[in-house]
């Protein structure tokens, strides 16, 4: 619910930033919020009013009665010789911020964080709690009256274990406490000196896996950028969503219906930071409410989108000023202020060939990029696998990987599977190669090879899978065909070819598909059509063709061995048209 403050406020938050300008380095995806934000964070205690937009730490019956937890990933990129520092801005509640630690009550009350090891599970909502496996540190701070400073909260030594830590945040009684997070290397023991250049990205280099991330699991906003409704009173989060949910829901709390949220999914290039069009638009929550029909305090609804597009998806809120609110998204993923360093690969595959036949030996060349190097989020991609499905009537000669990348490659019942060691950096290329021999005989055609890739990025997010095929059609030997066309006939399609030469031909049969690639074609021939001999032409007649469709066509020969091998393709059209006439009053 929105509260009503004082001017002396106003001019606290105006003391604030300046404070933290100086103190503070450039927004950097390791603080949070960034530098200049104007929407921060607050961690209430558990019996503050719950209109006061807490539900996580409230003890009411229905609210979270639990913690704020905050991720910290630090990729297994990062050096062997750096330690990293976790520093918190302001951890106790301090009578200089009377904006951001707001006193309920007329007594200042204790405040608590604590930071787990890389591992620890967070469970929705309490978990871990004090004390809980893993626990590195724990400190409680008592009120001050001081000026805010940096605090060194702990240090984590090198050689510093890779993996996701967390950091829980709790305030004890009924006072609301505003406070900051800060995790990076350091070249002096004072956290209120600007940390060094690449505190967070040792090479410097962005995506190139070393980056430390920092992610919100639960949290709770709030602001104080004036009535206005300008890009300061707004907030935009960043979710992932991972690949292959039929549906996913957006939950936010106790909003108090007042502007507005709108989603944007992965590329929409109509966002805009104050939400204000494009994208879908989301529902507001009511006061001491989740949103959506039907939600209640204990009860989540949200805004369900359907088949939604896997990736990074931004929330906006915009909301009122002093209104504390939660952006939960998807409960039990973490948010993000900026988007982390994203992937993008691209995959290919060939043999160098389009015609084979029996015996023949096929090298596959197969080869990943990592094309995010053209982006602004440029990201590596990790835990690189190809599974490559062989073709029938092939058997495996042998696999390899290609320097610089190594890993290893094993065949099993005509599937071959690569686990690259490396992550794949932006802008680096990796080639494999697979040999097979054609077997004979060749019982389907066309001789088809898929490759799939799978891949994560540093926060192990699992992308999208790729594809990509190499098609061959067989040779043929035993037939000559010289014409092979198909024309529309009314309401059918008819097939014709005729033969110059055939020599132990048993006969034909016709494949289907509305693509020119042989790979997507289907027999649509109940029965074989028997070979007459040569110089003869033949006809087969599709009465199952639809109107305004465009089909194309492949003949293959079956052998006296029973070898397949494909001519083609010929394609066609039922053409159907709708003659409108005018309708005229006089």
């Not at 939604?308 to 409960?331: A, D, K, L, M, Y």
């Not at 540093?458 to 065909?481: G, I, K, M």
Request: aromatic share 10%.
């Amino acid at each position: 619910m929105g509260r009503q403050h004082f001017r002396y406020q106003r001019l606290a938050l105006l003391s604030l930033v300046a404070l933290l300008g100086v103190l503070v380095t450039p927004t950097k995806a390791v603080e949070i919020p960034p530098t200049g934000a104007s929407v921060y964070l607050q961690t209430n205690g558990p019996t503050n009013t719950l209109n006061n937009g807490d539900w996580y730490t409230n003890s009411l019956a229905g609210a979270g009665n639990g913690y704020h937890y905050f991720t910290v990933d630090i990729p297994c990129a990062w050096p062997s010789t750096e330690p990293v520092h976790i520093d918190i801005f302001s951890p106790e509640m301090n009578s200089n911020a009377p904006l951001s630690d707001e006193i309920r009550g007329g007594v200042y009350d204790n405040t608590q964080f604590e930071f787990y090891a890389a591992g620890t599970p967070i469970v929705v909502p309490a978990t871990p709690g004090p004390g809980a496996a893993g626990s590195l540190i724990q400190q409680t701070f008592v009120p001050a009256g001081t000026p805010e400073a940096w605090l060194r909260f702990y240090t984590i030594a090198a050689p510093v274990t890779c993996g996701t830590y967390v950091l829980r945040s709790a305030t004890s009684g009924n006072d609301e406490n505003g406070w900051r997070l800060r995790v990076g290397r350091d070249n002096d023991a004072d956290p209120n000196n600007a940390p060094p250049a690449n505190t967070d990205n040792f090479d410097g280099v962005a995506g190139t896996g070393d980056e430390i991330t920092l992610g919100m699991r639960q949290a709770s906003f709030q602001h104080d950028a004036g009535a206005a409704d300008v890009v300061a009173t707004c907030l935009t989060l960043y979710e992932y969503v991972t690949p292959g949910q039929p549906s996913v829901s957006f939950n936010n709390f106790d909003i108090d219906n007042v502007r507005r949220v709108r989603y944007y999914a992965p590329g929409d290039a109509s966002y805009t930071p104050m939400g204000n069009s494009g994208g879908i638009v989301g529902s507001l929550s009511n006061d001491q409410i989740w949103n959506g029909t039907g939600a209640t305090l204990a009860t989540r609804v949200g805004d369900t989108i359907n088949n939604p597009v896997s990736g990074w998806w931004r929330i906006v809120t915009c909301t009122s000023n002093h209104n504390q609110f939660i952006q939960e998204g998807q409960t039990g993923t973490p948010a993000y202020y900026e988007q982390p360093p994203t992937p993008v690969m691209a995959l290919s595959k060939t043999d160098g060939v389009t015609l084979v036949l029996p015996g023949d030996t096929l090298n596959y060349t197969i080869a990943f990029t990592n094309t995010s190097n053209s982006t602004a989020t440029p990201g590596s991609a990790t835990n690189v696998t190809l599974t490559d499905n062989l073709p029938p009537d092939t058997t495996f000669v042998s696999c390899a990987i290609n320097l610089p990348f190594t890993g290893t490659c094993n065949h099993a019942a005509g599937v071959v599977t690569f686990n690259i060691t490396q992550i794949v950096r932006p802008g680096e290329v990796g080639t494999l190669n697979v040999q097979v021999t054609v077997n004979d005989p060749i019982t389907t055609v066309p001789v088809v090879n898929n490759v799939t890739l799978t891949f994560n990025d540093t926060l192990n997010n699992v992308f999208q899978p790729l594809n990509a095929s190499d098609s061959d059609l067989v040779n043929p030997t035993a037939v000559t065909v010289v014409g092979f066309t198909a024309l529309v006939r009314v309401d059918d399609i008819q097939v014709r070819w005729s033969t110059s030469q055939e020599l132990e031909t048993q006969g034909f049969h016709i494949y289907r598909s509305t693509s020119d690639d042989p790979a997507t074609a289907v027999q649509v021939t109940e029965n074989l059509i028997p070979a007459l001999g040569a110089q003869t032409n033949y006809q087969w007649l599709d009465t199952n063709a639809e109107p305004n469709v465009h089909y194309y066509y492949w003949l293959v020969e079956v052998d006296a061995n029973n070898n397949l091998s494909m001519i083609g393709p010929t394609d066609a059209q039922i053409e159907r048209y709708s003659i409108f006439t005018p309708f005229v009053i006089r």
